[in-house]
């Protein structure tokens, strides 16, 4: 893919021809594909396939080797782009929560809103009260993270990425190291999230989230998009053999 057309930049995140070298490896082998405002992506693939590194060169915490990024039309692999500024559209959610330990909830809330937001303390602090609630822990403002169980934390993790007004939200592995029980509360909001409309891309190992909750699928492996379509045909149906063997194994 080569031009970018009109309708190719009113996606909210537009990747093409996309490559990435760690060293001699090329662990992203030309990928192209689009996210719609609104829309839930979801990414599946083996261990290695690239899947992580994909979501973070789309908020450049990983530098693209070549290709191009467009986040809201703003070319992000453009050296003049403030990077900043479309990192501020983009909320980041990793398997690892890292909420800072010293810090209670509410100053886990409110530090990224005072410092890259410049809020006031009063504000910051009404806009974590708020997205606490959403997440429904708001009467654990004033706990430390070691006393959450793991979906507490990440759903603190969350509410910390939406205190930010995010456009779009990054998840990579949310639920991956959650107790199996502690895995439903966590979908649960994710699934809210993305019936207000959030845009979401999600490399995940839930097959009913996908399936779902998901717009759209799309099955990495070794570096390239090997397939993608809607959830339901492509979980159900899939056409690539390395797509079935896959599914085969995590079905
Ligand atoms: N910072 C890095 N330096 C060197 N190699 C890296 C780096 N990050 C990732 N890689 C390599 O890139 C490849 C893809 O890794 P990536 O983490 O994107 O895969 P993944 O699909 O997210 O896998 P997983 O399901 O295990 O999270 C792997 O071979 C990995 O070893
Ligand atoms: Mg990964």
Do not use: W
Not at 150 to 161: D, K, L, M, T
């Amino acid at each position: 893919m080569s031009a970018v057309t009109v309708e190719a930049t009113s996606a909210a995140i537009h990747v093409s021809a996309l490559h990435k070298y760690f060293g001699e490896n090329e662990v992203l082998k030309g990928i192209d594909f689009q996210v719609d405002a609104g829309q839930v992506v979801c990414v599946i693939g083996p261990s290695g396939s690239g899947k992580s590194t994909l979501l973070r060169c789309v908020n450049r915490l990983e530098e693209p080797t070549s290709g191009q990024i467009l986040v809201e039309g703003i070319d992000i692999t453009d050296p003049e782009t403030d990077l900043d500024k479309v990192r501020a559209r983009i909320g980041m959610v990793f398997q690892q929560f890292n909420l800072f330990p010293h810090m209670t909830v509410l100053q886990n809330l409110c530090i990224a809103q005072r410092t890259a937001k410049r809020r006031s303390k009063a504000e910051a602090v009404e806009v974590a009260r708020a997205n606490l609630a959403k997440v429904g822990l708001a009467e654990k403002e004033s706990a430390y993270p070691a006393h959450l169980s793991g979906g507490q934390q990440q759903r603190v993790a969350i509410a910390r990425a939406l205190s930010m007004d995010p456009d779009m939200m990054l998840f990579d592995e949310p639920t991956s190291a959650l107790d199996p029980e502690l895995v439903g509360d966590v979908l649960a909001i994710m699934k809210q999230l993305a019936a207000e409309g959030m845009t979401m891309m999600v490399v995940t190992h839930e097959m009913g989230f996908a399936r779902e909750v998901g717009d759209k699928l799309v099955f990495m492996d070794g570096g390239v998009i090997v397939e993608e379509g809607d959830p339901r045909e492509v979980l159900a149906d899939p056409k690539h053999d390395r797509t079935k063997a896959f599914l085969s194994k995590v079905l």
